[in-house]
């Protein structure tokens, strides 16, 4: 594997007066909202957070449903990819149920599946396969080269105070993330072919558990990556209607979620009201740990094209 140009590491992460760092507390509630309630064997139950959008984040179902397939399989057996639907907008203001079915139990994979329910309906579908380590070919893509360090430019909260926080400004913040490139809802952003650029990580210090961290990645690669179907047009004048259709990951390399990772997003085609994007994580010395992939719903108005 080799790595192009690695970020070298920056100066530790602000405190706040009671020595915890700053976003602790708002990612405990986080891995809170990761840890489901078991109500049989293979049904487990998840909640929304008090503050949320109109409908549930597609993240935070698709980690919730990830955690209740990896509560049933056993501790040395790793997720390696996962290929989820959206297929109605959950409701905030009830719980969800997460189905979970054991399809298969291999000398090397395990398979799942787990259907995420709500007043008897399926808003959300997952297929998830675990794997023992193993030994074989190695080679990455190399990180990108030229960019800037993590405290080179500007964190969420920072933007938000100069009323450039966009839909994420008003919702708790457990993630840090630092945006390398103007993101879609700047006023100051133009047209690009290039990748969408940002740096993240959860803000404070999570368990060493495994499963947690592939879940909270899960959670935050939906944040950012429908934009970067936006990001190769010009801002249209009103909101386009957005929504998740579906998404699928592969985890390449064990990494932490509360160390930085470089998350790269672009779009190599939309049409038909569906925009396809594309996303890496990579560590800040150079590793691809990550490839996540998502189609959405992108619809604006016939004058907006």
Known sequence: MSAADPVPPTEPRARASDG??????????LVALLDLERLEENLFRGVSPPV????????QVAGQALVAAGRTVPEDRRVHSLHAYFIRPGDPSIPIVYE??????????????VLAIQRGEAIFSLSASFQQEQQGLVH???????????????????????????????????????????PVWSPNRTASDEPVRLWL?????????????VCLL???????????????????????????LDHAMWFHEPFRADEWLLYTCHSPTASGG??????????????LVATTMQEGLVRVREAQR
Request: glycine share 12%; net charge negative; hydrophobic share 35%.
């Open 201 to 213: 990580r959860a803000d404070g210090t999570l368990p060493d558990d495994p499963l947690l961290h």
């Open 100 to 113: 979970t079915e054991r399809v298969r139990d291999g000398r090397s994979f395990t398979t799942r599946r």
């Open 140 to 182: 990455s893509e190399p990180m990108p080269s030229g960019v800037p360090a993590p405290d080179e430019v500007d964190d969420l909260g920072a933007r938000a105070l100069r009323g450039e926080g966009g839909w994420l400004a008003g919702l708790p913040r457990p993630l840090d993330i630092r945006h390398i490139d103007e």
């Open 218 to 244: 899960t959670y935050a690669s939906d944040l950012t990556l429908l934009g970067s179907v936006l990001a190769r047009h010009e801002a249209p004048e009103t909101a386009p209607q957005m929504a998740s």
């Open 274 to 287: 569906r925009g396809l994007a594309s996303g890496r994580f990579f560590t800040a010395d150079g590793l």
């Open 52 to 59: 949320t959008l109109p409908r549930v984040f597609g993240g």
């Open 20 to 29: 915890e760092p700053r976003g602790q507390t708002v990612l405990d509630d």
